[in-house]
């Protein structure tokens, strides 16, 4: 007998299965027990029972081949066999083939469906029974339970396991590797493929690449087409192999040689690796265009991928084989997301081209292929329509295509299917949410929930539980807190606990379980409003804890129970972020110890963990602890040892919010340790540092005060000369309150300098503080040093240093652009602001810029410092334009400014909207617009009298008192009269 023909698709099986039935029915009364009938009636009888078995096989019908394997055995040997002689001729011999066959068969259903000893037991059997068969036709079959056996016991064991059955293997093919027949040398073919794969999977590495090598040399030659299929399967399994293991350039030439022995071979199997083999080819450059190698070898990435896809396409484009017809729609799906992709990083034009083209592959994947029987073919064609209504920008459209795919594969029952489908329903419920069809939204959701929700697909359950969260967060939009838990509550606490579950589910279970939290925060109190937690008198405030607040720290104990040891970093961020939150929320609502033995708890689990989104966590939880146990208990014994802690974990850190941390960790430090000196308790501020009493910090403290009394009195000299006083003593120290205090008194004697005019003494203080004390780590010295440059900036202005001022200002921006702390980027935003100022004369197109980057960056910042430079930015920036004679962005311009501050109340940023307003009222009268300058100049003169200085009221009633006579219409015509005379006269 040949070997088993290939798999069959789902249509061609349910007609070979129906007509070998046929068959059956009506040979199996002609052929009794088996014996009396002619051996033509018998071997007719047993094709039937085999094409069935094939059948079934292809439709995955494993009991059904058990069945129908058992029926062909008992057919053809009705009496047990005898235990003593295993061999004696129970059945014909004519039979054995079949028996064989049948036993092969029915040991791969019963292994697929997970009875493996059974399985084992049968194949064994097969090679013990038929094991000295010389029959081309049997040992086929022997050498075949020998090859299976080895796949079962290798997927089954371990490392040993596999090792026997390496081992296994070369037995089977010393046995049978001189056999010539074609149907046992496929086997043979078969059996060192798995044996290189087993070695593969050994880390055998090179052993498997040489056996891979060795077999596609044997058979590339061979006429035989089932033979062919091996050695182009082995090249195949090689390239992957070499792919896996990073060895690419080397895995491409065997690709490529792949495709170019075989482009014009006709076998199907041989065709099926060719696909496979343009799909790889293909997917690697798809891998480089990801990774950023925009051009190789003079062609861009994006036309290399489209390339390989159009090379797949051309050789199948006739193909019917459903394996071929699988990579056919991968290469379609991803020409098209390529084109798409193309398509937003380019010009108008080709953007449209790009897009249609990308559409209309889209399209024609849809008519050709979504009525194709093959699950995998469809999922490619669903997936490349989700595809194309992702990249759409309207929802509309977007929702159409939706409505489209549902009502196509709503009733797929296939398991591939799910997973996108679902995804498909989930964004139709977008679509209709920013539509503002809520409660369809809902609906759609429900029915998501209701179509997909008892799927054991990680992948389907991942899109239930991300839509319950849509849901819930639709009713919690509606305050509906009680609905949008009871939605939450469907999820199961335990879905992907497992240790190989998705992480993307175990994601999305943690995210409900955080939503939860965010649920039971919004029915809590808000923040205390006396955040110090003690009334007028000093009195500790006592807070009750509400039913809402406790249950919120229930979900977070959840939630932190469930998933704070999780391998997914992102995952654990998720858990460090709610408990982190529930530490600070306890502190805003003044349970001051929840909030310590919460910070605690955290600390507990994530202070080892070095995911550096989790990092930064940490390091603000060390220090929050720390503050609530100094600054709001009174307890600076315990909150030393936070900040020791904080600053041996995060020693080496780089990064700009790591270093704020440390910054403030530091002064903080110094200022717990000088808060345990004042209480009589000894402390040590490092062991390089000298004795420093209370009376002796108090005295140089008064020293510096005194200077600040007699410079606000406008006695500088005297002042400098306390300054003096102080750094002429201690300036050289190291102990850190001694620093601290020869920082504050030297940027002081700056400032006195500065009062007095002397620029180039000024000037050399400020880099004296720069250069001393620039990198210290402790909030209070960087903003005196940030001080200190800014102050030298000012300076080099004044003494007309122009370069050395600006590079000043590009100090202070590259070194606290990323800060987080409030202070400093105020001092950034400030000389990013000084720097366009000067730059505004020699350089207009950078210094409107760099306003424009103040104003986008600041107008809507939280701490009115930052939002004065952005209005103030917003100001020079029209009046710049204007002057410029660029009225409509100047308009432009000052509109942005009242957009976001205009209701301000700050008194500097109001004064700033007035010159803006001043500006556009100016602004409508140099582009004829007189109404609208009018009722400009009559709101500003209607303001309080406060809002404008006394220049400015009478500039502005002047101007006003010109505009009247022409605010009427008459008037207007008259003024444009004017105008034009005017221009007329000019010479």
């Not at 920008?393 to 591939?416: I, K, M, N, V, Y």
């Not at 329903?425 to 209701?450: H, K, P, S, Y």
């Not at 203080?765 to 402790?778: H, K, M, P, T, W």
């Not at 109340?905 to 007035?914: G, H, N, R």
Request: hydrophobic share 45%; glycine share 4%; charged share 25%.
């Amino acid at each position: 007998m040949t070997a088993a023909p290939p798999p069959l698709d789902a249509t061609r099986a349910e007609a070979v299965l129906a007509e070998g039935q046929a068959v059956v029915e009506r040979l199996l009364p002609l052929t009794g027990a088996g014996a009396g009938a002619s051996l033509e009636l018998q071997e007719h009888l047993a094709s039937a029972w085999l094409s069935q078995i094939d059948a079934l096989g292809a439709l995955d019908r494993p009991d059904d081949v058990v069945a129908v394997a058992d029926a062909l055995c008992a057919h053809f040997e009705p009496r047990p066999r005898n235990p003593i002689d295993p061999v004696m001729e129970v059945a014909a011999p004519a039979a054995w083939p079949w028996i064989a066959r049948a036993m092969c068969e029915k040991a791969m259903a019963l292994g697929g469906s997970g009875h493996h000893d059974a399985a084992l037991a049968l194949l064994q059997d097969v090679q013990q029974r038929f094991g000295d068969a010389q029959r081309p036709a049997l040992r086929q079959w022997v050498a075949s339970a020998g090859l299976e056996e080895a796949r079962l016991r290798a997927s089954l064991g371990a490392v040993f396991a596999r090792v026997d059955m390496v081992r296994h293997c070369q037995r089977l093919i010393e046995r049978f590797g001189g056999d010539e027949a074609p149907a046992i040398r496929l086997v043979v073919a078969r059996t060192r493929a798995w044996q290189a794969r087993l070695l593969s999977r050994l880390d055998h590495d090179e052993d498997a690449l040489a056996a891979y090598t060795s077999l596609h040399a044997d058979l590339q030659s061979t006429p035989d087409p089932a033979l062919q299929e091996q050695a182009a399967d082995a090249l195949h399994a090689k390239a992957r192999l070499l792919q896996e293991r990073g060895r690419t350039d080397e895995a491409r030439v065997a690709l490529q040689a792949l495709i170019d022995s075989f482009a014009d071979a006709q076998h199907s199997g041989v065709r099926q690796t060719l696909a496979l083999a343009h799909m790889d080819q293909a997917y690697e450059l798809q891998r480089i265009r990801l990774e950023g190698d925009g051009d190789m070898d003079g062609i861009d990435a994006d036309a290399r991928v489209i390339d390989a896809c159009d090379a797949l396409l051309h050789a199948h484009e006739h193909s019917t084989d459903t394996v071929v017809l699988r990579c056919v729609n991968q290469a379609l799906r991803l020409k098209a997301g390529v084109l798409r992709e193309r398509a937003l990083e380019r010009d108008a034009d080709t953007d449209n081209d790009d897009h249609a083209m990308a559409d209309a592959l889209t399209e024609q994947q849809w008519a050709r292929y979504a009525d194709h029987p093959d699950a995998q073919v469809q999922q490619q064609v669903v997936l490349a329509m989700l595809d194309r209504l992702l990249a759409l920008d309207d929802p509309r459209q977007t929702l159409s295509g939706c409505s489209r795919l549902l009502d196509r594969f709503a009733s797929a029952q296939a398991e591939r299917l799910q997973p996108p489908l679902a995804r498909a329903r989930r964004l139709q419920a977008w679509c209709l949410r920013v539509l503002g069809r809520t409660e369809e939204a809902r609906a759609a959701l429900i029915a998501l929930d209701a179509r997909h929700g008892a799927s054991h697909d990680p992948s389907v359950q991942r899109q239930v539980i991300e839509g319950r969260i849509e849901h819930a967060r639709l009713l919690r939009g509606t305050r509906d807190f009680a609905g949008a838990l009871a939605v939450l509550d469907a999820i199961a606490p335990d879905l992907g606990a497992d240790a190989d579950a998705d992480a993307d589910l175990r994601k999305a279970v943690a995210l409900a379980m955080d939503l939860r939290v965010d649920l039971w925060k919004d029915q809590a109190p808000p923040a205390h409003p006396q955040q110090s937690g003690k009334d007028e008198t000093g009195a500790a405030i006592a807070v009750e804890v509400t039913p809402a607040e406790l249950q919120r720290a229930e979900a977070v104990e959840a939630l932190t129970r469930r998933f704070a040891a999780d391998a997914s970093p992102d995952i654990r961020a998720i858990v460090a972020h709610a408990l982190y939150a529930l530490a600070v929320d306890w502190r805003e609502h003044l349970h001051f110890q929840r909030a310590i033995d919460t910070y605690a708890d955290y600390l507990q689990r994530f202070a080892a963990d070095t995911s550096a989104s989790i990092e930064t966590i940490t390091a603000s939880a060390y220090l929050n602890q720390a503050y609530v146990l100094m600054m709001l208990l009174d307890r600076d014994a315990e909150a030393l040892p936070l900040y020791d802690a904080l600053v041996a974990r995060f020693a080496h850190a780089t990064s700009a919010e790591m270093r704020d941390t440390l910054a403030r960790a530091g002064a903080s430090r110094l200022t717990c340790l000088n808060r345990l000196q004042r209480q009589g308790v000894a402390v040590s501020y490092g062991d390089h540092c000298e004795d420093l009493s209370l009376a002796q910090r108090d005295a140089i403290q008064a020293t510096i005060e005194r200077g600040r009394v007699l410079s606000v009195a406008g006695k500088e000299r005297e002042a400098i000369a306390c300054y003096d006083e102080v750094l002429g003593a201690h300036v050289e120290s190291l102990h850190p309150e001694l620093r601290r205090q020869c920082l504050d008194a030297m940027v002081r004697k700056a400032y006195s300098l500065s009062r007095l005019s002397q620029r180039e003494a000024a000037l050399a203080v400020n880099d004296e503080v720069i250069a001393r004390y620039g990198d210290e780590l402790s909030t209070s010295a960087e903003e005196d040093v940030a001080l200190a440059m800014s102050n030298r900036a000012v300076q080099l202005d004044a003494l007309g240093r122009r370069e050395e001022e600006l590079q000043t200002y590009d100090l202070i921006i590259a070194r606290w652009r990323d800060s987080s702390v409030p202070y400093l980027r105020q001092r950034v935003a400030s000389a990013r602001y000084c720097k366009a100022l000067t730059l505004s004369d020699t350089d207009l197109k950078t210094a409107l810029a760099i306003y424009q980057h103040v104003m986008d960056t600041c107008l809507n910042a939280r701490e009115a410092a930052i939002r004065l430079e952005g209005a103030k930015s917003a100001a020079n920036r029209s009046f710049r334009l204007r002057s410029a004679g660029r009225y409509d962005e100047a308009l432009a311009c000052s509109q942005a400014l009242l957009q976001a501050c205009g209701e301000e109340t700050d008194v500097a940023i109001a004064a700033q909207c007035v010159k803006v307003r001043i500006g556009m009222a100016r602004t409508y009268g140099k582009t004829g617009q007189v109404a609208r300058q009018a009722e400009m100049l009559q709101a500003l003169l209607a303001l309080p009298p406060t809002a404008l200085t006394d220049a400015q009221r009478s500039e502005l009633q002047a101007e006003y008192r010109l505009l009247a006579p022409v605010a009427t219409p008459l008037g207007k015509a008259a003024h444009a009269l004017g105008r034009w005379f005017g221009k007329r006269r000019q010479p």
